[in-house]
């Protein structure tokens, strides 16, 4: 997107505008449909295919801002070498726009790790449940019980937290070089 011409540009940054302004509400029957006719409806793939996929245009424009901020004698170097675009993109750009793949990633896991409607739309069997459905069910077991549930809590943020960690050095890069 970032090398398409200018007012091309600007047709897929309005069109990413206009596809997050539309509520998450409204695919819900759309997916449902979609996930019980491929066959993926209460398994595990209902919640890992969309996760993969990248279904937020907010991430979309990350990187086109990202990859926008690459000079482009970069590219042109590159292709004059004989780059060809996925060459360009793998080993030149994508590089360069690790923090931002880095967040992209980070934004993602701890956005669908915390999903609590999908699991609940897409997801019959307990077997599949997440720890944020896990967490509802063990509120309704027994209000009280305020010390466990906080315990639960704590233990499903260690993974996001733990992941951050991990990920925090990556984000520093390349401002140390």
Do not use: C
């Not at 934004?107 to 077997?127: M, V």
């Not at 209000?143 to 991990?166: F, G, K, N, Q």
């Amino acid at each position: 997107m970032s090398q398409l011409p200018r007012p091309s540009q600007n047709k897929w940054v309005i069109l990413s505008l206009i596809i997050l302004m539309i509520p998450g509400i409204s695919l819900w029957s759309t997916r449902f449909i979609l996930y019980k006719t491929i066959g993926i409806y209460n398994s595990i793939w209902a919640l890992v295919i969309p996760s993969i996929m990248g279904t937020n245009p907010f991430f979309v424009l990350m990187f086109y801002r990202a990859f926008r901020r690459i000079p482009q004698e970069v590219y042109d170097t590159a292709r004059l070498d004989g780059a060809d675009v996925l060459q360009i993109w793998g080993k030149i750009a994508l590089p360069i726009a690790r923090p931002t793949a880095i967040g992209v990633i980070l934004l993602s896991f701890i956005h669908y790790w915390g999903d609590f409607l999908s699991p609940l739309l897409y997801i019959r069997t307990e077997r599949y449940y997440t720890l944020s459905i896990a967490l509802q069910l063990l509120q309704q077991m027994g209000r009280s019980d305020w010390p466990l549930l906080m315990a639960a809590a704590v233990t499903s943020l260690i993974i996001p937290l733990v992941l951050y960690l991990i990920l925090q050095p990556f984000f520093m890069a390349n401002e140390k070089k």
